[in-house]
């Protein structure tokens, strides 16, 4: 289950930056995930909430912010989102792309503190 | 009571692993050592199929190394050794994939430079495998072809990052009524262009075509050493 120990890292990354910033609470987290992070969104919201007892982030909530696969297309010479994970290819032009440059994201954006 | 706020951050939570990743690509370059990560689920041959491919390098006069994942046991590292080759096991203690860390901690003592070739057996695990850089050159995922044609469409990011793939058990389509090229559509509609390879690590079938496969790689990697090291693949920030 590596959702837990991403949960962890979470939390604890959250909580440092409180810390920094002199938050007594975290209310909560924005976090993006690509469509390509490997990220089960299930797993990962209840390992949040077991992550998240006994710190300044309990309680709080977690958004999770989707990113779409989104590859470079040579023929058409822009980037293009993907319909499907399960179909790199252009929607527009039909063409496969390997070349990914959105969707393995797995960070957090922002916090909200109090 | 103080107002509620927003901090930015954008901070990827691989961070830390992305970083000693990068440090460990580092060491393989300047020792001039060929890193390979074998991912797949669960029993797809990658031990036997190292085994095969440790033996057939030192044959060839070639010095591999390997480091192999387990989450409780040594048996695996036991069968490698017989190759004669160093062989170190990683007991991840139940985590179910290898981290950057654990293979700094478990290089301590090597002499890279002793090594032309380092292959990493990760732990069987089709999905969190793929979200932890190694700093190696060649990430290798194997399809056996008892798992069907399918499991790319299920798994599709470990088969992305992928720098090449390996149909395993090559011995037992038949009977499987495994249809490679089912497997290969699929393959490619989740990672276009992805080179693939036929092999049975039981009756030597095409472990020959990978050895020279490797061999090559290696070579245009050495030559290539000084145009500076590759990205990270995973979780890269924009
Ligand atoms: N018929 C056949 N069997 C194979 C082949 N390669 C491996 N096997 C068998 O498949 C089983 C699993 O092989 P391993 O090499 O242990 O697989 P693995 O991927 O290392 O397994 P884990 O480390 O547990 O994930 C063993 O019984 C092997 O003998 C092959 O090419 N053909
Ligand atoms: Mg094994
Ligand atoms: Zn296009």
């Known amino acids: 289950m590596h959702e837990l120990s991403l949960a962890n890292r979470l939390v604890q990354l959250a909580e440092a930056t409180a810390t920094e910033a002199g938050a007594q609470r975290v209310i909560a987290v924005t976090l993006r995930v690509g469509d390509l992070s490997g990220v089960a969104l299930d797993a990962l919201r209840f390992a949040y909430d077991v992550a998240a007892a006994g710190t300044r982030l309990e309680g709080s909530r977690l958004e999770l912010r989707r990113v779409g696969v989104r590859v470079f297309c040579n023929p058409c010479q822009r980037e293009v989102e993907l319909l499907s994970v399960q179909n790199f290819r252009c929607p527009l032009c039909g063409t496969p792309s390997g070349d990914v440059r959105a969707g393995r994201e797995l960070e957090i954006e922002s916090l909200e503190v109090e | ?238």
């Open chain 2, 1 to 238: 009571m103080t107002i509620p706020r927003i901090l930015e951050v954008r901070q990827g939570l691989l961070k830390k692993n992305d970083a000693i990743a990068a440090t460990l690509r580092t060491q393989y370059q300047t020792a001039g050592t060929f890193v390979v990560n074998l991912v797949s689920s669960p029993g797809t041959g990658k031990t036997l199929f190292l085994e095969r491919t440790l033996a057939a390098l030192r044959d060839r006069g070639y010095r591999p190394a390997a480091l192999v994942g387990d989450l409780e046991t040594d048996n695996d590292a036991l069968r490698l050794a017989r190759s004669g080759a160093p062989v170190r096991q990683i007991n991840t203690h139940g985590i179910c994939h290898l981290e950057a860390d654990m293979i700094e901690r478990h290089l301590v003592g090597w002499n890279l430079t002793d090594f032309d070739f380092l292959f990493i057996e990760n732990v069987g695990n089709l999905v969190c495998t793929s979200s932890y850089d190694l700093g190696e050159h060649l990430r290798v995922v194997l399809l056996a072809v008892t798992e069907g044609e399918d499991k790319p469409l299920k798994y599709p990011t470990l088969f992305n990052t992928a720098d090449v793939g390996l149909i395993t058990k090559a011995d037992l389509a038949a009977v499987c009524e495994f249809d490679p090229l089912i497997a290969e559509r699929n393959i490619h509609a989740v990672r276009p262009g992805l080179p693939l390879l036929t092999v049975s690590a039981k009756t030597g079938l095409g472990m020959a075509a990978w050895f020279d496969f490797l061999v090559a790689h290696r070579h245009q990697h050495n030559t290539a050493r000084s145009e500076g090291c590759r990205e990270s693949r995973v979780h890269c920030q924009p």
